[in-house]
């Protein structure tokens, strides 16, 4: 694994933290993965993450249509498509 994917990963998953501590919305979350990713050229690496932030986009815009705050089912949502990106960094840090 080159350097630049790396702190790519290493990026990710301060800010998967960040979000889960509370200090990062889930809007910036979205955008600040989207941006990192962007820096990974590896085809099948896109292919994975893009249903990933898929769902985080989708519930992230239905919260902002109905201005509310993210329902217990949207949480365990963003919980499950958090923990597969997990999954996709622990495995592209093995490869």
């Keep these: ?12 998953q301060g800010l998967i933290e960040d979000h889960r501590a509370g200090r990062l919305a889930l809007d910036t979350l979205i955008q600040r993965i ?15 993450i893009f249903p990933i932030i898929l769902t985080l986009e989708q519930i992230n815009a239905a919260v902002l249509n109905a201005k509310t705050t993210l329902s217990e ?13 997990e999954g996709l960094i622990q495995h592209a840090q093995k490869h």
């Design 1 to 12: 694994m080159n350097d630049l994917l790396k702190r790519q990963l290493l990026i990710m």
């Design 73 to 85: 089912v949207q949480r365990a949502d963003v919980a499950r498509a958090l923990d597969d990106l």
């Design 34 to 48: 989207e941006g990192v990713s962007n820096f990974v050229e590896i085809e099948s690496w896109k292919d994975r």
